[in-house]
Each structure stands twice: as structure tokens, then as C-alpha cells.
């Protein structure tokens, strides 16, 4: 009986190993390969459409596909870069961001895309560059203690923004290369260095027509205050108020501040430029997304070919 169970083992074994053989380099077992080394600026969109007009503009194109992710390097306003499309919402975002700083030599990292409008002061069309990104979509779902009354539980100290209803927003815990414990945080801040070249920039050609639409205003360049990012598609009055007054938002997205998380954990650089589509559910009649999404991605991605033109 020994030899077969030593037989039985045999065969395990060789199909074991037959199964470590389909790993490829590139696949699960060999996350740390890199497809590339030269130094480069990682392009961040969400969607296709956000990334249209970026990807007509590159130079010397090479294609490379990762878990289903396909990423371009190529040259952008005579800069090495890596363009490729985060996916839709928060997770999709940060594994993909992951993802690329594993794959290739990313010195720092640019966000251009489609956002809503929170601050009633903007307009659709408008590219806002903010100086720090939030989650404002984490939160506790309190318990109600009385009508209309929802408390915190005693334990949980970090609920001290205003509440809407049950949900209560709190920090997220994070892990950097700079400080290894864990570390509550709410604001993810861009790269000072980057955003006092957005704010150099002058003289870019914002649309405000296409495919024989046309805004009612000039849209223009807004660089600094804050932007907050959650895994929602938002288009709801109320709440847009509420986020503009508890966080002074000026856009909300669904991915940029959890582009802003990974990158602080790798101690990389990040701004992020995202041109209003929409007013987040502030606007007259429907949402205006399906509407303006064009002008607003094409505005998004001019600026940030003029910030690359400028970055040294």
C-alpha cells in the first residue's frame, strides 16, 4: 500500500508544478515585473472618453495589457508617460493605480476627467484643479435614537463631521512608506509643486460648443480649494448641498481621492484636473451629463496637456 501512496504523492506533485507553470511573468506570482524603465508620468482617465483626445495627442504609442488593463506609453507634450483608464469608482481606481506603480517607473501621477459640480459659484465646463481630495462616501450609517435623531456609537470617536441623516463621514485608515503605522486621514493633498505650475497656466482654449450644443458661459480654470471623491454616481440636490457646505467641495468624482490615497502611500506626486459635465443634481431639468460630457472631458484634457507642455 506504501508504493501507491507514494505514487498518489508523484502525481500530486507533478500537477502542482504543472499549475505553478502557468504562471507567466506578468501574471499573479510576478506582480513586482516591470514592462518598462523609463521614468514616467502615469495619465490617469476614468472612461474612454476621457482619454480620447489624450490618446490622439500621443507620440510613439506601445501597447501593454496587465490583468485586462490596457497601458499606452508613449510621449505627451514631449514628456514620457503611461496613459491608461483607472475603470469606474473608488476600488477600480486604487487597484489600478497600484497596479501601474508596480509595472512601471512612475515619477508622478496626473488625473484628467469628468466631475459634478458641487459649488454653486461653478459652471458646467469649467476644469478645477483642487489641492486636496477626500472620501467623503466613508462613513458610519448611524443608528436612530430618536425621530430623526442618529448617534454614533461610543467607540467610535472620528465621526465629528456634520452628519446627514444616519451617515456620518469619517477618515480612512492608511499605511505610507513615510509613516508605516496606521494613520487617520481625510485629505489626500496634491503635489505643491505641481499645482503652482496649474495655476501658471494661461491662455487655454475652453470650449463651450460641441456637436451643436453650447453652454451659456465662457467656461474657466479653477485651481485650488477642494474636491471629494465616493463609489456613487451623485445627483441629488440635497446632498450636493450638504457636501458643498461640510466640505467646501468645489467637484465630487467617484475616483480621484482614492488615486490621491495610493499615491501618498508610495510617496508619489499627484494632481488631478477634472472639467464640470454636470451640477451633481444642482442643475435646472435632467442631469446634464449626457449633454456635456464631450466639452467637459476635452476641457479637462487641454488643461492638462498645457501643464504637462509646463512641468520640468
Not at 253 to 275: H, K
Request: with cysteine; hydrophobic share 45%; charged share 20%.
Amino acid at each position: 500500500m506504501r508504493w501507491r501512496s507514494l505514487l498518489a504523492a508523484g502525481v500530486l506533485a507533478i500537477g502542482l508544478a504543472g499549475c505553478a507553470g502557468v504562471y507567466k511573468p506578468g501574471g499573479a506570482t510576478a506582480s513586482g515585473i516591470r514592462l518598462d524603465d523609463t521614468p514616467r508620468i502615469a495619465v490617469i482617465s476614468a472612461f474612454e472618453p476621457e482619454l480620447k483626445l489624450l490618446l490622439s495627442r500621443l507620440e510613439g504609442p506601445a501597447r501593454h495589457s496587465v490583468n485586462g488593463v490596457e497601458f499606452t506609453t508613449g510621449t505627451l507634450e514631449g514628456k514620457p508617460v503611461v496613459l491608461f483608464l483607472s475603470g469606474i469608482s473608488m476600488t477600480n481606481a486604487t487597484m489600478n493605480t497600484q497596479l501601474v506603480l508596480d509595472r512601471f517607473r512612475v515619477t508622478s501621477i496626473v488625473f484628467s476627467g469628468i466631475a459634478g459640480g458641487v459649488n454653486p459659484s461653478l459652471h458646467v465646463g469649467d476644469v478645477t484643479v483642487p489641492a486636496q481630495w477626500g472620501q467623503y462616501l466613508e462613513v458610519l450609517m448611524a443608528r436612530e435614537t430618536a425621530p430623526g435623531k442618529f448617534t454614533a456609537p461610543p467607540f467610535i470617536k472620528d465621526a465629528t463631521l456634520p452628519n446627514f441623516g444616519m451617515m456620518h463621514p469619517r477618515p480612512v485608515e492608511v499605511r505610507s512608506a513615510a509613516k508605516p503605522g496606521i494613520e487617520r486621514k481625510f485629505w489626500f493633498e496634491a503635489d505643491p509643486k505641481m499645482l503652482e505650475v496649474a495655476r501658471s497656466i494661461r491662455n487655454v482654449d475652453l470650449a463651450n460648443c460641441s456637436a451643436g450644443k453650447c453652454l451659456a458661459r465662457k467656461p474657466q480654470l479653477v485651481v485650488g480649494g477642494n474636491g471629494v471623491s465616493g463609489q456613487a454616481f451623485m445627483d441629488n440636490k440635497a446632498y450636493r448641498e450638504y457636501t458643498f457646505k461640510t466640505f467646501q467641495a468645489n467637484v465630487l468624482d467617484m475616483e480621484t481621492a482614492a488615486v490621491g490615497m495610493v499615491a501618498y502611500s508610495n510617496g508619489v506626486p499627484y494632481i488631478a484636473f477634472r472639467s464640470l459635465s454636470d451640477l451633481a443634481g444642482g442643475g435646472e431639468g435632467a442631469n446634464e451629463m449626457g449633454t456635456f460630457m464631450g466639452i467637459a472631458a476635452d476641457n479637462s484634457a487641454k488643461v492638462m496637456l498645457a501643464f504637462l507642455a509646463a512641468w520640468k
